[in-house]
Nanobody, 115 residues
Framework: QVQLVESGGGLVQAGGSLRLSCAAS????????MHWYRQAPGNEREWVGW???????NYAGSVKGRFTISRDNSKNWVYLQMNSLKSEDTGVYYC?????????WGQGTQVTVSS
């Protein structure tokens, strides 16, 4: 059974930091890259970044230099460290992965950045 469960969202002031976590079932965590997406109200879901099973990372231009994705292979967790947060970072954040051609999503966690 594939499960992705995000946590760590909340309200933070602009310029602050927040760390999101995603607990993944072992079947998906070890097999594929893990992605973070976000969706602001009224906007389409956008890709934030990913981390490969080997630890390589890539980020959207809007978050590069501010966000960092990491993983704990011993616990099947993926993290999104967000620094220098801006009001435009507000949204629901999702972790996601593809396994055997199927894209899986967590339930999302709300991040609100107040200016």
């Amino acid at each position: 059974q594939v499960q992705l469960v995000e946590s760590g969202g909340g309200l933070v002031q602009a310029g602050g930091s927040l760390r999101l976590s995603c607990a993944a079932s072992r079947s998906i965590f070890s097999a594929t890259a893990m992605h973070w997406y976000r969706q602001a109200p009224g906007n389409e879901r956008e890709w934030v970044g990913w981390i490969t099973s080997g630890g390589g990372t890539n980020y959207a231009g809007s978050v590069k230099g501010r966000f960092t994705i990491s993983r704990d292979n011993s616990k099947n967790w993926v993290y999104l460290q967000m620094n220098s947060l801006k009001s435009e970072d507000t949204g629901v954040y999702y972790c996601s992965a593809v396994l055997n051609g199927v894209k899986y999503w967590g339930q999302g966690t709300q991040v609100t950045v107040s200016s």
